[in-house]
């Protein structure tokens, strides 16, 4: 059985930094794309940046340049670096995965809970 975990989201002011944390337990293919989404009260999910197990990566515009995701496949982790925290960045962060890559779509099957990050301006 599949389980994604996110961890690290948080309060934070403009500006600053947060990294979030999603753990995938119970996987079992060498192929797959792993990414973070994020949802704002009363808007739609929306993709914020995946990668392959190939380390390919794919950013939204609206993170390019602000945001890092990396992975450590020992430790069957995934991280995404957020830096120059904006308020609109203020949402439920959610990881997802499938052997698929959806890119930035909704596609994936395997979704965690979400963390939530707040950015006060």
């Known amino acids: 059985q599949v389980r994604v975990k996110e961890s690290g989201g948080g309060s934070v002011q403009a500006g600053g930094s947060l990294r979030l944390s999603c753990v995938v337990s119970g996987w079992k293919y060498s192929t797959y794309c792993v990414g973070w989404f994020r949802q704002a009260p009363g808007k739609e999910r929306e993709g914020v940046a995946v990668?392959?197990?190939?380390?390919?990566?794919t950013y939204a515009d609206s993170v390019k340049g602000r945001f890092t995701i990396a992975q450590d496949k020992a430790k069957n982790t995934l991280y995404l670096k957020m830096n120059s925290l904006k308020p609109e960045g203020t949402a439920m962060y959610y990881c997802?995965?499938?052997?698929?890559?959806?890119?930035?779509?909704?596609?994936?099957?395997?979704w965690g809970q979400g963390t939530q990050v707040t950015v006060s301006s």
């Open positions: 997802a995965t499938d052997v698929i890559n959806y890119g930035l779509g909704p596609g994936y099957r395997y």
């Open positions: 990668i392959d197990s190939d380390g390919r990566t």
